[in-house]
């Protein structure tokens, strides 16, 4: 099998609801899209969710690589020796993450679909389902009432509230939360980098009753050993974001014992290739594993939920970046029921662009 053509274009969707989270407001979002064609006849999906703030990409960037440098590495070249191909790749994409995971998504789906299986089961299948939380950005706190009882009666189960801005209003946020939506819902708080080290323990401490089930990424990702002062110093789990980009930083992270658990975004660390790496490192080292995503299409979000699906210690899943999206192409590329994500079960990432 021979890759015969690389097509890639970008596309822009608004947000139903813009949400806002410590740094930014997000209105809307553009996904870059790849299709590969083989002369086999199967073709391979992909995409990419450029952030400059978070991957160092624009839409710009994206394009400009997949046509100067994927395209020239890649074409002609054996799809199903995934693995050699992505090392071409890796070094003039080290600056390119998202552009990676595009092409390791596709890569991916070429391969399912000629094992005719989905990923997940090709990469083991340990599970078939996982449970999703939702996010709710920085609102007044009425306001993150009103939208954590509407989540609830949409089938939800757990929530991801964020914050970073102002710790008292966030203490205040989540203790209103809480009382709002019961004891039986899980609460998830994320600050983003925007808190200090003093201000991360006074938020545990002050939300105790709360009962919050872990808090991601509190402290500036420039100074990860800020991460490990809070961890070692409070009862709840702490979770990296930010300051996970690569394999190495999942090793220093796991070496130096700063966090409880990890969240894994395919656009941020390379794709599913790098995912698989990098949660290998975390069962090291008896750490759990978050998939996240950041705004991407149903293409991307069903490329992170194989990924979880096919290994036990990815416990935790924040797979919501597609629900709001406005003409999504991918739409109905996973299945939600219920706050419940599935996999369509058809080959591949099981959707055709």
Not at 63 to 92: F, H, T
Not at 117 to 131: A, M
Not at 143 to 170: H, P, Q
Request: a neutral charge.
């Amino acid at each position: 099998m021979k890759i015969t053509s690389i097509e890639t274009w970008s596309h822009k969707m608004k947000l139903k609801n813009p949400y806002t989270i410590a740094y930014e407001t997000i209105n809307s979002t553009v996904n870059v899209f790849t299709k590969i064609t083989t002369n086999t006849g199967i073709v391979g999906f992909g995409c990419a969710a450029p952030d400059m703030e978070v991957t160092g990409e624009t839409e710009e960037t994206v394009l400009d690589v997949s046509k100067n440098i994927i395209e020239p590495l890649l074409k002609g070249a054996d799809p199903l020796r995934y693995a050699y191909q992505l090392q071409k790749i890796d070094d003039p994409l080290k600056k390119h993450p998202s552009a990676k995971a595009m092409i390791d998504m596709a890569l991916f789906d070429i391969l399912g679909k000629k094992a005719d299986l989905p990923i997940y089961k090709l990469l083991g299948g340990f599970k078939e389902k996982i449970k999703t939380s939702v996010t709710i950005g920085i609102l007044p706190v009425k306001e993150t009432v009103k939208e954590a009882k509407k989540l609830i009666n949409d089938g939800f189960s757990i929530l991801k509230i964020k914050g970073g801005k102002d710790v008292d209003e966030d203490i205040e946020r989540m203790k209103k939360v809480r009382q709002a939506v019961g004891n039986k819902i899980q609460l998830r708080f994320d600050a983003n980098q925007g808190y200090t080290v003093y201000e991360s323990l006074k938020f545990v401490e002050e939300t105790r009753t709360v009962k919050i089930e872990l808090l991601e990424q509190p402290t500036s990702k420039q100074e990860p050993e800020l991460l490990g002062k809070v961890t070692n110093n409070v009862p709840i789990l702490v979770m990296a974001d930010e300051s996970l980009m690569n394999l190495m930083d999942a090793f220093k992270l796991a070496r130096k014992d700063l966090v409880d658990t990890v969240n894994v975004k395919l656009m941020k660390v390379g794709g599913i290739d790098e995912a698989l790496k990098i949660n290998s490192v975390a069962k090291a080292a008896n750490l759990e594993v978050m998939v996240g995503c950041m705004d991407e299409s149903a293409l991307g979000i069903a490329a992170g939920l194989h990924f979880a699906l096919a290994r036990q210690n990815v416990a935790y899943a924040d797979l919501d970046g597609h629900f709001d999206l406005i003409d999504d192409p991918a739409d109905g590329a996973v299945i939600l029921k219920n706050g419940t994500l599935y996999t369509n079960n058809k080959p591949g990432l099981g959707f055709n662009l």
